[in-house]
């Protein structure tokens, strides 16, 4: 049975994350409705992560298999209009067999975004994370290069979170001022629950000057949750892209800011 990856923009705001759940509106549950629309059968979607209530994606990926003879744009168009306005089908292609949304993936990048500026946002108040009090970005950048590399992460990891091990590999991180906003971008081989916004609240201590450059590592090290920052908040956090091998010729390469600390080469996990 073919199988089809699909590329997805979604507005998280009015959502309960991405994975389909009983009570609550999902954006999983949004795009398999609308798919089931083009296929003429149910779609079961698999994703290549979860993103929680409130979070935003620029490049989810996500398969399915379907027996229905469509040509790509027909699901990435049909997808789009029967979904609700805050969920894009970005495109679409038929993979082998063997490609596997999740299990195929070489690593994941997340951006999370502040607006620093005095005023709180308008048109944004859902899509950025605002912080009044001045951030120095040069000085976020420079403390979060400590995280590099095969680490513990238990001190950025959820409570609740069910990973079998607190070990992830970082392979970059940057954080950049763009005006009056300042970008964290992350790429690893996976993430722990939370973990990118416990590293965002983290280094919001740092950059507002109530934490010394050094103390992340100390946090690192220490392997303690309670010793880190608070979690941001969701809004600000997006879903940026996934990359593959080569092999499958997707187009869904990673988006965020430019400015990354010098890591270790996206090496399969």
């Known amino acids: 049975m073919p199988r089809i990856a699909l590329g997805i923009e979604y507005d998280g705001s009015a959502y309960a994350g991405w994975q389909q759940q009983a009570h609550a509106r999902s954006v999983q ?41 469509r040509p790509e744009h027909a699901w990435a168009l049909g997808g789009t209009a029967e979904s609700a306005d805050d969920v894009t089908v970005l495109w679409a292609r038929e993979v082998p067999g063997q490609f596997h949304a999740r299990h195929s993936a070489l690593s994941r990048t997340y951006v999370y975004r502040i607006l620093n500026r005095r005023m709180r946002p308008a048109l944004d108040r859902q899509r950025v994370c605002w912080v009044r009090r001045p951030l120095d970005a040069d000085r976020m950048h420079r403390a979060a290069q400590c995280l590099l590399g095969e680490r513990d992460f238990s001190a950025f990891r959820a409570a609740e979170c069910q990973s ?12 950049e001022r763009l005006g009056d906003t300042v970008e964290i971008t992350v790429r690893a081989n996976a993430f722990l629950h939370h973990m990118v916004r416990n590293i965002a609240g983290s280094l919001l201590l740092l950059g ?30 997006y879903f940026a892209g996934v990359e593959y091998p080569a092999e499958f010729r997707l187009p869904c390469a990673p988006r965020g800011s430019g400015r990354l600390g010098a890591g270790p080469s996206g090496d399969p996990p």
């Open 29 to 69: 549950a949004e795009l398999e409705r609308a798919l089931a629309g083009v296929a003429g059968h149910e779609v079961v979607l698999t994703a290549a992560g979860r993103t929680d209530a409130g979070v935003h994606a620029l490049v989810q990926v996500a398969h399915f298999d379907s027996a229905a003879a």
């Open 208 to 237: 507002g000057g109530d934490r010394t450059e050094g103390w992340l590592a100390e946090v690192l090290e220490a392997r303690d949750r309670r010793l880190a920052g608070p979690t941001a908040p969701p809004q600000g956090l």
């Open 164 to 175: 079998s091990t607190p070990m992830r590999r970082l392979i970059e991180i940057g954080v």
